[in-house]
Nanobody
């Protein structure tokens, strides 16, 4: 079993920035993919950004140019830098890890609220 713990959420005004972190309880060296999803009230969970091993990061169109995903294998941590935040970015952001062998794990999520 792997625990994923997200931190860094909060409230910010439009145009502001936040940096989310996702700390894994197991090494992420061998993961097939890590990423971030989000879910707003009454809406389906949607992909925000994803890193597949050996490939460049993938981003949802609605965050391209504003969000950046990165990983620090030494710290078993995945980050999501979010800039130029908009009210429509308000959601619970969830970390995701797909380990080799097919095991999938989700964090509990961290709330991001963008409001003036």
């Amino acid at each position: 079993q792997v625990q994923l713990v997200e931190t860094g959420g909060g409230s910010v005004q439009p145009g502001g920035s936040l940096r989310l972190s996702c700390a894994a309880s197991r090494s992420i060296d061998s993961v097939f993919a890590v990423g971030w999803y989000r879910q707003a009230p009454g809406q389906q969970r949607e992909l925000v950004a994803l890193i597949i091993s050996g490939r460049l990061p993938n981003y949802a169109d609605f965050v391209k140019g504003r969000f950046t995903i990165s990983r620090d294998n030494a710290k078993n941590t995945v980050y999501l830098q979010m800039n130029s935040l908009k009210p429509e970015d308000t959601a619970v952001y969830l970390c995701y890890a797909h380990y080799s062998g097919g095991n999938l794990y989700w964090g509990q999520g961290t709330q991001v609220t963008v409001s003036s």
